[in-house]
């Protein structure tokens, strides 16, 4: 189960910090990624990490403004966005694959959360 958390209502340039508690499986091996879906637009790719190793793979378009990590710990794996922009705003999911390898598409994944909305304002 991934639960997602942090989203809400922010000023462009301004951060948020999204969280997604996983229970219910060990997510060694694992994959974790950020989705986010705009309204009338495609679900598109943001960021992942691999469970295990803490490396990541981050969409151009979120290079520099986002970073992904996990805390093994709290099984949970957060997402940083900073200097954000209106074109940011959109639900985003959590997302887990049980593969290492990393993928942008989103019917890769087997998990999913429910997600959280984004909105920025200009």
């Known amino acids: 189960q991934l639960v997602e958390s942090g989203g809400g209502l922010v000023q462009a340039g301004g951060s948020l910090r999204l969280s997604c508690a996983a229970s219910g499986r060990t997510f060694n091996g694992y994959v974790m990624a950020w989705f986010r879906q705009a309204p009338g637009k495609d679900r598109e790719f943001v960021a992942a990490i691999r469970w295990s190793s803490g490396y990541t793979f981050s969409a151009d378009s979120v290079k520099g403004r986002f970073t992904i990590s996990r805390d093994n710990a709290k099984n949970t794996v957060f997402l940083q966005m900073n200097s954000l922009i209106p074109e940011d705003t959109a639900v985003y999911y959590c997302?887990?694959?049980?593969?290492?390898?990393?993928?942008?598409?989103?019917?890769?994944?087997?998990?999913w959360g429910q997600g959280t909305q984004v909105t920025v304002s200009s």
């Open positions: 997302a887990a694959r049980s593969s290492a390898t990393f993928q942008t598409r989103p019917d890769l994944y087997e998990y």
